[in-house]
């Protein structure tokens, strides 16, 4: 079974930046993808970045892309998510997920673990 903790989240003002990471821990830790998602009070879960674990290829959503850069460390079984130029609409609780078999698409249904999340708010 594979156990995720996300750290990193805090108060930050608008522009400011933060790391996510997202500790991963298991027998056999060996995903196809990792994500991160973000889920606002009283709005759905929403996809944000994920990278494969084999070849580091990455794929962003449209508020993150060019802001946001997900990375992963093989060796530590460790995802790391650098979140600049921060806005209010950034603030959520931000999760880590991973999911264990080939393909699949980004949105959150196709992930199979997930840690308990970390808040971000951006204050203006």
């Known amino acids: 079974q594979v156990q995720l903790v996300e750290s990193g989240g805090e108060l930050v003002q608008v522009g400011g930046s933060l790391r996510l990471s997202c500790a991963a821990s298991?027998?056999?830790?060996?995903?196809?993808?990792m994500g991160w998602f973000r889920q606002a009070p009283g709005k759905e879960r929403e996809f944000v970045a994920a990278?494969?674990?084999?070849?580091?290829?990455?794929a962003y959503s449209d508020s993150a892309r060019g802001r946001f850069t997900v990375s992963r460390d093989n060796y530590k079984n460790m995802m790391y998510l650098q979140m600049n130029n921060l806005t209010p609409e950034d603030t959520a609780v931000y999760y880590c997920?991973?999911?264990?078999?080939?393909?699949?698409?980004?949105?959150?249904?196709?992930?199979?673990?997930w840690g308990p999340g970390t808040q971000v708010t951006v204050s203006s």
């Open positions: 997920a991973t999911r264990n078999l080939y393909g699949g698409g980004l949105e959150a249904a196709a992930y199979d673990n």
């Open positions: 298991g027998r056999t830790f060996l995903p196809f993808r």
């Open positions: 990278i494969a674990w084999s070849d580091a290829s990455t």
